[in-house]
Each structure stands twice: as C-alpha cells, then as structure tokens.
T-cell receptor, first 113, second 116 residues
C-alpha cells in the first residue's frame, strides 16, 4: 500500500529564512509525487509535481523539490520565505494506471516577521 | 479557465439528517474525485469516477454515503444519515484523465460540513 509521512506537523520560520519541508513516501514502483498548498478556508493548490526525468523540479512561488529514490524522499524547499507562504503544505504520492493520490497529514508553516 | 466549482461552501446539519454536495469539474475533464478532509488530516479519497463510471470507491462508507456522476460531467455526493464524525471538508477534484497517464489533479475550494 502507498503511504506518505510528513514528520513535521508544525514549522515556524522567520521571513527571509530558508525553508525545507520533509516528505517520505512508500510506494512499490516509481511514484508520481506532488506538493500542494492549502490556505485557510481554501482548496488545494498544486505547487509542483514529479513524474519522471530531472529529479529536481521547479514549481510556482519559488518552490522546488528534489526526488531522492534512495531515501524515498521528496522534500520541498524555498530559499527565502515570504509572509504570504504561511499555509498548510501537503505531500502526496500516486502511481500508474488509475492509482489514487495518497496524502500526508500536512505541515503547517508559520512565518514570523 | 474556470476551476472546479463546488456548492454549497458551508453546511451545518444535525446528526441523522441528510446533505448533498454538488461539483462541476473543469470542462473536458473525464476523471472526477471526491475527497474527505477531516481537521488536522490530509485528504482521503472517497470515490473516483472515470466519465460516469466508478473506478474506486473502496473507502466510501456505502451504508451512508452515495455519489453519482450522471452524463459524465457534474457529480453529487450525498450523506444520509449524517454522523458527528462526518464533519469535514469535502473536496471535489478533477483531471483530464487518470493520474497514471501523467495528469494533474485540480481541486475545488471544498464544501465544509459541520454535523451537530
């Protein structure tokens, strides 16, 4: 069965600091990996995705993520956080055919001025 | 391009009552999903449609939840009778095709249900 673990429930950073959100997955084959962001009262917005190819993927809002097969990880990074990045971030894994998307429990990001 | 539309956005009902949520996917999207997101958790897939056929409903509590997608476009998710533990956000999502074909899933803003 596929699963996602986001070890950090809540992270606090200062504005302008760098950010890394951790994501570890379990999947029996090459996974499709996603990061979504959810602001309070809103739906999920796709930040970036990995299907194949270059293991470093760029997304919107200056985010990037790196797929590391050996570590079963897909960590999200941003070099300089803005106050507007405060939200909840979800990592998700899916697969081939009609495989469903499985989400982690999310990491809440708080940004201090 | 219009996104995934959902209504109502908010609903408060008493336990044992019924409720229905409606979803209109992005135009041309053949695959439609309903996810349940309980506070503090990630979304969980309830049901997936490909056109008007059900692909996966393994996590749908079929004794109280039902969903349909007539004509392969709009979809309705119904809960009857509702329980307290059904309080959650119900997210509708759509994609051009199945995830395995490299498609991206787009989410609506959700329908917030509180059962009292």
């Amino acid at each position: 069965a596929q699963s996602v673990t986001q070890p950090d429930i809540h992270i606090t950073v200062s504005e302008g600091a760098s950010l890394e959100l951790r994501c570890n997955y379990s999947y029996g084959a090459t996974p499709y990996l996603f990061w979504y962001v959810q602001s309070p009262g809103q739906g999920l917005q796709l930040l970036l995705k990995y299907f194949s190819g270059d293991t470093l993927v760029q997304g919107i809002k200056g985010f990037e993520a790196e797929f590391k097969r050996s570590q079963s990880s897909f960590n999200l990074r941003k070099p300089s956080v803005h106050w507007s990045d405060a939200a909840e971030y979800f990592c998700a894994v899916g697969g081939t055919s009609y495989g469903k998307l499985t989400f982690g429990q999310g990491t809440i990001l708080t940004v201090h001025p | 391009e219009a996104g995934v539309a959902q209504s109502p956005r908010y609903k408060i009902i008493e336990k044992r009552q019924s409720v229905a949520f409606w979803c209109n996917p992005i135009s041309g999207h053949a695959t439609l999903y309903w996810y349940q997101q309980i506070l503090g958790q990630g979304p969980k897939l309830l049901i997936q449609f490909q056109n008007n056929g059900v692909v996966d409903d393994s996590q749908l509590p079929k004794d109280r939840f039902s969903a349909e997608r007539l004509k392969g476009v709009d979809s309705t998710l119904k809960i009857q009778p509702a329980k307290l533990e059904d309080s959650a956000v119900y997210l509708c999502a759509s994609s051009e095709g199945p995830l395995g074909s490299g498609n991206t899933i787009y989410f609506g803003e959700g329908s917030w249900l509180t059962v009292v």
